[in-house]
C-alpha cells in the first residue's frame, strides 16, 4: 500500500545535538511539506519541496535543515539552533491536481 | 497575523449534543478549504470545499462554506465519544503556481462527555 512513512515515532535528544527525522513516500508525489506541532498552536510550515532538488523556507525554517535528493524522501534536520524542539513533526505529501495532503504518523521528539 | 482562525479553540459537550465549528479565512487567492480530524497522531482528511454554498455530508458530519464572508463551519450531530479530537480547517492559497503549502489554523479540541 502507498503512503508516508515517518521515523522514529519517537526521539530523545539531548540538549545541544542535532538529529534526523525521516520522511518516506511512495506515492510519486510531486511536493513534501514539514510542519510543526505544538499544544494549542496548530500546525506550523517548516519547509516544503516542490521538486526534488529545490526547496522553500516556511513560516518557522529557524534552527531547521531539510534535503531533497530523492522524490521520495525529505528528511528534516532538527539543529542545536532549534532553541525550543520538543514537538510533534508531521510529514505530508501531495502532487499536482490533487486537493490536500497525505499525512505521515509524526515523530515526537522531546529534549532532555 | 493569521489567515486561519478557528472557534472555539476549545469545546466539551456531552453526547447526544450537536455541535458547530468555526472557521474563518483571509487568503488572497482562494482555492479550497479543507476540514481535518486529528486523534492521536496523522489527521485525516474529512471534507474539501470548493465551491459556496454546497454542504458536503458524511454521516453526522457536514460542512458548507460562505466565500463571501470567508468562513466555513463544520457541524456534528449526535455527537459521541468517538468524535473527540482535533479538527483542523485549512486553506489553499494559490498566490503561486504549484503545489502551494496549506495554511492551518490552530484547531478546535473537542471533547465529548458521557
Known amino acids: 500500500d502507498g503512503g508516508i512513512t515517518q521515523s522514529p515515532k519517537y526521539l530523545f535528544r539531548k540538549e545541544g545535538q542535532n538529529v534526523t527525522l525521516s520522511c518516506e513516500q511512495n506515492?510519486?508525489?510531486?511536493?513534501m511539506y514539514w510542519y510543526r506541532q505544538d499544544p494549542g498552536q496548530g500546525l506550523r510550515l517548516i519547509y516544503y519541496?516542490?521538486?526534488?532538488?529545490?526547496?522553500q523556507k516556511g513560516d518557522i525554517a529557524e534552527g531547521y535543515s531539510v534535503s531533497r535528493e530523492k522524490k521520495e524522501s525529505f528528511p528534516l534536520t532538527v539543529t542545536s539552533a532549534q532553541k525550543n524542539p520538543t514537538a510533534f513533526y508531521l510529514c505530508?505529501?501531495?502532487?499536482?491536481?490533487?486537493?490536500?495532503?497525505?499525512f505521515g504518523s509524526g515523530t515526537r521528539l522531546t529534549v532532555v | 497575523e493569521d489567515k486561519v482562525v478557528q472557534s472555539p479553540l476549545s469545546l466539551v459537550v456531552h453526547e447526544g449534543d450537536t455541535v458547530t465549528l468555526n472557521c474563518s479565512y483571509e487568503?488572497?487567492?482562494?482555492?479550497?478549504l479543507l476540514w481535518y480530524k486529528q486523534e492521536k497522531k496523522a489527521p485525516t482528511f474529512l471534507f474539501m470545499l470548493?465551491?459556496?454554498?454546497i454542504e458536503k455530508k458524511s454521516g453526522r458530519l457536514s460542512s458548507i462554506l460562505d466565500k463571501k464572508e470567508l468562513f466555513s463551519i463544520l457541524n456534528i450531530t449526535a455527537t459521541q465519544t468517538g468524535d473527540s479530537a482535533i479538527y483542523l480547517c485549512?486553506?489553499?492559497?494559490?498566490?503561486?503556481?504549484?503545489?502551494?503549502?496549506?495554511?492551518f489554523g490552530k484547531g478546535t479540541r473537542l471533547s465529548v462527555i458521557a
Open positions: 487568503v488572497t487567492n482562494f482555492r479550497s
Open positions: 519541496s516542490q521538486i526534488v532538488n529545490d526547496f
Open positions: 485549512a486553506v489553499e492559497d494559490l498566490w503561486n503556481s504549484g503545489n502551494t503549502p496549506l495554511v
Open positions: 470548493t465551491s459556496s454554498g
Open positions: 505530508a505529501s501531495t502532487t499536482t491536481g490533487r486537493y490536500g495532503y497525505t
Open positions: 506515492l510519486n508525489h510531486d511536493a
